[in-house]
């Protein structure tokens, strides 16, 4: 069974409305078509999220990731040359 994958403004939306407690949980997952468990856990990763909105954390994170993804490529394909390499130079097959 495949799993669903839900869009973040979707998220954004199901999480706010449960924050504003306007509906019910069951309410407002019947408006959104998704789990009550998806919108309790919505709820709690938008509340645990906020403080890193005002630290700015949040954006050196995912820069810092962004670099490292992008060290992390490099040196794949480094490896993937010398690899290559090694292979023709040495008539095995790894």
């Keep these: 069974m495949k799993r669903k994958k839900y869009s ?21 997952a019947s408006e959104f078509g998704v789990h009550t468990s998806q919108v309790n856990r919505w709820k709690k990763q938008a509340i645990d999220g906020l403080s890193g909105v005002f630290g700015g954390k949040q954006g050196k994170t995912i820069k810092t990731m962004e670099n490292e993804r992008d060290l992390l490529f ?8 010398e690899l290559d390499w090694l292979k ?7």
């Design 8 to 28: 973040n403004d979707l998220k954004t939306k199901v999480a706010l409305s449960a924050i504003k407690a306007q509906s019910t949980n069951n309410e407002i």
């Design 74 to 81: 490099q040196q794949i394909g480094k490896l993937q040359v």
């Design 88 to 94: 023709k130079n040495t008539g095995h097959l790894l």
